[in-house]
């Protein structure tokens, strides 16, 4: 790793948890939600320094007691090993689709009033993944974006407007975009990648909606599982005729798991009820993980 990078990546770290800092002291842009999601003093984050993630790199086996997944077999957080990365299509667009997750979420939730919970879900993915997946990138020749997602971290708390926030996600967005074209390739096709890809979030937000029905101040899980299901949504528009030319019964499993979805996350702030049935949904998602094919 050269000094110039390795400078730039630790220069993001501090940034990350200055803004951390920030969030703790003062509000970003002058509101707060009352969600209580992502309170640095309460957060699942703040105390325990990971997140639920699947115990593989491509799937999860469920949470534990508090809500806390195991971690990724490989290593890495949010069960994404950098290393796999490199060589796998899908581990790769699974930390691209998990750090976009957190963008998603956080743009919705700080523009619907919860302005501490979506500054804090930009600044989440640059410690918790970017930091080791940006050597991945480079490997593959992609452009580096951890500035831009220093950018967007930041904004809420240097007096930037509403609208100036929303552009520097959207840059970041966009970033993710490009930087989904450099995935590592293998023999599997283009729609099996992509069913894995998106079944891994269905997952994701299923566990944590299964989280949030069980634990009632459960607020940071209820915007993580909305971020991915938003993240699915995203995800399948792009992918989803591809995904149904490779395999039409896992297309169709996809699409009504995301219905489900979109039931139990209806907004980026949860609601006072929930209308959900929890073990359908992630019944629905084991049925889906069970009926992907294995990829070579």
Not at 176 to 189: K, M, R, T
Request: net charge negative; with cysteine; hydrophobic share 45%.
């Amino acid at each position: 790793m050269g000094i110039k990078r390795r400078t730039r990546i630790w220069t993001t770290v501090g940034t990350a948890a200055l803004v951390g800092g920030l969030a703790a002291c003062s509000d970003p842009a002058g509101e707060v939600g009352e969600s209580g999601a992502h309170n640095p003093a309460t957060s699942e984050h703040a105390q325990n320094g990971s997140f639920e993630a699947p115990s593989t790199p491509a799937f999860s086996e469920g949470e534990g007691e508090s809500g806390e997944g195991e971690g990724g077999g490989g290593g890495g957080e949010f069960g994404i090993d950098p290393v796999a990365a490199e060589n796998d299509p899908v581990v790769y667009g699974i930390a691209i689709e998990v750090m976009r997750a957190h963008y998603l979420a956080g743009i919705d939730a700080f523009q619907a009033g919860d302005r501490t919970a979506g500054a804090e879900m930009f600044a989440h993915p640059i410690s918790e993944i970017y930091i080791d997946f940006e050597p991945v990138l480079e490997a593959l020749g992609s452009p580096l974006f951890g500035e831009t997602m220093t950018a967007a971290a930041v904004a809420p708390y240097s007096g930037e407007s509403d609208e100036e926030i929303a552009a520097k996600v959207e840059a970041v967005i966009t970033a993710l975009d490009d930087a989904e074209a450099y995935a590592p390739q293998n023999d599997a096709s283009a729609g099996a990648v992509q069913a894995r890809i998106l079944a891994d979030l269905v997952e994701r937000a299923a566990l944590q909606y299964r989280l949030v029905a069980s634990t009632p101040d459960a607020g940071e899980a209820y915007l993580d599982g909305y971020g991915f299901t938003k993240g699915a949504e995203r995800y399948a528009d792009r992918h989803m005729n591809t995904i149904a030319l490779a395999d039409p019964t896992a297309a169709a499993g996809l699409a009504s798991a995301i219905a489900l979805l979109q039931t139990a996350f209806p907004t980026p702030l949860r609601p006072e009820t929930l209308s959900a049935d929890a073990d359908m949904i992630v019944a629905a998602s084991d049925t889906l993980k069970a009926a992907l094919p294995a990829l070579d």
